[in-house]
């Protein structure tokens, strides 16, 4: 997987990564996908034993592509909205929506893998981004987390391995990273 580029969501404050084969951001591509019944339809039909397990008390796939909807649209907003009240003050911004990725960390990190979860009561949305500042983030993916932890999905996996990418691109362990860091 190869980053081609980073997309602007909300100036100053909220970018998306470009991945090579994708003709847009995965900010784009996450609330595109989230919108659309048929991959809904699809993702659900492929991952009904997930659906069916007990935390999510037996929901059919109909009633998960509407829950999915409703909680993309306000995800969706909230985000827009934090990336551009964090511009005009502190406190409000993107840093209330997104946490760390691991649940306990240890100290705050820099470019600090993180990840923001729908609001619906028990969603199962998820972005996943990487902390510049407090009100800067870069969105390197998401996904439907329909299980307890990410290591036993293959959609799960591709995303921990797009924070990984995106970090090392930050880092400047990948020295393709040059001409992003000049972005910011």
Request: aromatic fraction near 12%; charged fraction near 30%.
């Amino acid at each position: 997987m190869k980053i081609i580029g980073t997309f602007e969501v909300v100036k100053g404050s909220l970018y998306a990564i470009g991945y090579k084969g994708s003709k847009m951001s995965e900010f784009e591509r996450l609330f595109e996908d989230w919108n659309n019944p048929l991959y809904l339809d699809s993702f659900f039909t492929e991952h009904l034993a997930d659906l069916q397990q007990e935390f999510w008390q037996g929901m059919s796939i109909s009633e998960a592509i509407k829950k999915t909807i409703r909680d993309a649209a306000e995800l969706e907003l909230k985000i827009k909205y934090l990336a551009e009240q964090g511009k005009l003050s502190k406190s409000e911004n993107l840093s209330d929506l997104f946490k760390p990725l691991f649940n306990k960390p240890t100290k705050l990190e820099e470019f600090e893998k993180s990840k923001a979860k729908g609001l619906l009561h028990k969603s199962w949305l998820r972005v996943y981004a990487i902390r510049l500042k407090p009100n800067l983030y870069l969105v390197t993916g998401g996904a439907i987390k329909l299980t307890e932890d990410m290591n036993h999905r293959a959609h799960l996996l591709l995303e921990l391995e797009k924070l990984k990418i995106a970090h090392k691109y930050l880092t400047g362990e990948d020295e393709s990273a040059l001409d992003f860091m000049e972005m910011f």
